[in-house]
């Protein structure tokens, strides 16, 4: 697959740039300070959530969540019909209860936060990466909790329609159609997820796909 050569939308450089301020400044102990306005709040709130995804570090990725969780909470409090900061309170505070691994404790911590979830959905139905949470969630739990294939299926085949260059969505999305018997679809979706990863630096979602490639190559000899 050839990758498209694009020059970087500026945002986009300005979106990294920061993500690399932010992980240079905890070795030094603090945060960048920014104007305080709600859209630099939920700016940041997403710096920090990707340079905790991108952290080794447990400590200092729990930091980077909690700071993104008070930004995207204080948002709320001036505009609580604010989609972005529902789903940046949900990614944040559930990235921190997931970061301490799998468990019941962590299963009672991330119930109540898919409030904030829904409550992104219900202001904004096409909020993208929420569509793609909602669809994840879906596909992973059992049934007997709530779990709809189907539903995951529609939720996520929406999600890459709004954002077709999402890895993680891309690669749900291979997961839900294999579970649904459509191997090519599966494959494509699991490349498209490993050529949008490796683009972004998604370690985690590339090895992820590789691995569902490997799976799915090794099941058809």
């Not at 691994?101 to 979830?117: A, F, I, K, W, Y």
């Amino acid at each position: 697959m050839k990758d498209h050569q694009q020059l970087p939308h500026p945002r986009g450089v300005a979106f990294f740039a920061l993500t690399a301020l932010v992980c240079a400044s905890l070795l030094v102990g603090a945060l960048p300070a920014l104007a305080s306005s709600g859209e630099d709040h939920l700016y940041r709130a997403r710096s920090y959530i990707r340079a905790a995804e991108l952290c080794d570090s447990v400590q200092l990725k729990d930091r980077l969540y909690r700071e993104a969780e008070e930004l995207a909470r204080e948002v709320l409090l001036e505009n609580p019909g604010e989609a972005d900061a529902h789903f940046l309170l949900f990614a944040s505070a559930g990235g921190r209860a997931m970061a301490k691994g799998p468990g019941l404790s962590t299963v009672l911590q991330m119930s109540p936060l898919r409030r904030h979830l829904d409550a992104a959905l219900e202001i904004n139905p096409q909020h993208a990466h929420a569509l793609s949470v909602k669809g994840g969630i879906l596909l992973g739990l059992p049934r007997l909790l709530g779990g709809n294939l189907d539903k995951a299926l529609a939720y996520l085949k929406r999600a890459v329609e709004l954002n077709p260059t999402g890895a993680n969505t891309r690669l749900s999305l291979a997961r839900a159609l294999l579970k649904k018997g459509d191997r090519n679809g599966a494959k494509l979706n699991a490349q498209l997820a490993g050529h949008y990863a490796s683009l972004t630096k998604r370690t985690p979602v590339l090895v992820a796909a590789d691995k569902l490639l490997n799976s799915l190559d090794g099941s058809s000899t």
